[in-house]
């Protein structure tokens, strides 16, 4: 199954200017292809940073997602702070400068020009209807910080994260978490390799916790759900979806 | 000025099943307060991977905050997270197991007095009119993930994270970044420690780019604010705040 670890970039979220809606974004349409995300970690824009952040991430797991940072300004490192993770060189790539100058209709000036600048080796994705590519180098994909950018290339390439998606089931407990943690506990000795979550709710009346069971396995779920079912009293349960 | 790293520990959050609502909340109080968030790292529910970030953490910055995972289920693994970072024992503290009686009015069950289990050698610090104290294990605060529970334990403790605020102005530029990128960029070198961020917006009529300005010296906003003025086509600008 695929891993994936999200680097947002950008003093902009950090000073809290800003709400990274990216990751959360990421984080749900990479559980529904079945790929798993293992760490989401967050910084400021320096290249020094960022470059030790994508080597480790990019050795850690199976693809690695940018979000933040490209863009023609003084404060839009990733380009050159992915390139030094990997000891790249910086290059022009004639073919967005090309894009540029189309999509302008005129020649593109130096701070355009800067967008065209890429890692040595990056291959190019056509990214949807988008004048810019998505860029990749080795398994990291380097997307924009603007929120409908960011999703349109996701869109585009979505289908090489796709794994095993998992099954779901939640249970809507009317007890507090602390009178059903026993029932919980026999329920992962029974099923080690199910992944339970316990979520507490505040100030809702119809019920206390929401319990999330999955597997990849459909039928390890169903068998899961059925026995923890009856491991707490009817009255408890007020829904299961 | 003191810097924190947050530490936001949960499945939930890394399967897309909830927004992390929590560490954008202490990335925009930090800043009123003048303090520096420096990285936030979203990790998954496991012992080792706790102790490891809080460890790398409370040595890097000055404040750490952990976000989630304290309670009574299978899944609630900062406190042994935590404790395992600095080599400390886990310790029955009477003082919450009192509360938890006090708060119950009944004898706490086992699940229950896992809450009571604390890093030994931790400070409470009592929250506001909540029964559960903040634990604090060296430089760490460990905050619960429910955002109200956590919400009013900063409250009470918000004045320990006290800085020197930043002076902060916007400009709305109608311009695309492109164009205004060498007048930022020779901003910049006529004010080195500006804090300068540049934030392109889509769909947006009345304007292309926000511009913020920022830094601890009024009068050096203020003067970087003048001169970035007189670098743009006053048409340019659509509004300083």
């Given at each position: 199954?695929?891993?994936?670890?999200?680097?947002?970039?950008?003093?902009?979220?950090?000073?809290?200017?800003?709400?990274?809606?990216?990751?959360?974004?990421?984080?749900?349409?990479?559980?529904?292809?079945?790929?798993?995300?293992?760490?989401?970690?967050?910084?400021?824009?320096?290249?020094?940073?960022?470059?030790?952040?994508?080597?480790?991430?990019?050795?850690?797991?199976?693809?690695?997602?940018?979000?933040?940072?490209?863009?023609?300004?003084?404060?839009?490192?990733?380009?050159?702070?992915?390139?030094?993770?990997?000891?790249?060189?910086?290059?022009?790539?004639?073919?967005?400068?090309?894009?540029?100058?189309?999509?302008?209709?005129?020649?593109?000036?130096?701070?355009?020009?800067?967008?065209?600048?890429?890692?040595?080796?990056?291959?190019?994705?056509?990214?949807?209807?988008?004048?810019?590519?998505?860029?990749?180098?080795?398994?990291?994909?380097?997307?924009?910080?603007?929120?409908?950018?960011?999703?349109?290339?996701?869109?585009?390439?979505?289908?090489?994260?796709?794994?095993?998606?998992?099954?779901?089931?939640?249970?809507?407990?009317r007890r507090r978490e602390s009178e059903i943690a026993p029932a919980l506990n026999d329920l992962l000795r029974e099923f080690p390799d199910l992944l339970l979550g316990s979520y507490p709710k505040l100030l809702k009346s119809s019920f206390h916790v929401e319990l999330t069971l999955e597997s990849r396995q459909a039928?390890?779920?169903?068998?899961?759900?059925?026995?923890?079912?009856?491991?707490?009293?009817?009255?408890?349960?007020?829904?299961?979806?």
């Amino acid at each position: 199954m695929p891993s994936v670890g999200i680097l947002v970039i950008g003093n902009e979220i950090l000073s809290g200017k800003v709400v990274d809606t990216n990751s959360p974004y990421f984080c749900q349409e990479l559980r529904e292809l079945g790929a798993t995300v293992e760490r989401i970690v967050t910084i400021a824009d320096e290249i020094d940073i960022i470059s030790k952040e994508v080597r480790e991430l990019s050795e850690a797991y199976d693809f690695v997602f940018t979000s933040g940072g490209i863009g023609p300004t003084h404060d839009d490192l990733t380009i050159r702070g992915v390139a030094a993770a990997f000891g790249l060189e910086i290059e022009r790539s004639d073919g967005i400068a090309d894009r540029l100058r189309r999509a302008a209709k005129r020649e593109p000036n130096q701070a355009e020009l800067k967008m065209a600048e890429i890692p040595a080796g990056a291959q190019l994705l056509d990214a949807g209807d988008l004048w810019f590519p998505l860029i990749v180098v080795k398994n990291v994909y380097i997307y924009p910080g603007i929120p409908e950018l960011l999703r349109k290339k996701f869109e585009s390439a979505r289908d090489r994260f796709r794994g095993e998606p998992f099954v779901l089931k939640k249970v809507y407990v009317r007890r507090r978490e602390s009178e059903i943690a026993p029932a919980l506990n026999d329920l992962l000795r029974e099923f080690p390799d199910l992944l339970l979550g316990s979520y507490p709710k505040l100030l809702k009346s119809s019920f206390h916790v929401e319990l999330t069971l999955e597997s990849r396995q459909a039928a390890y779920v169903e068998s899961a759900l059925e026995s923890l079912l009856k491991r707490l009293p009817t009255e408890a349960i007020f829904k299961v979806e």
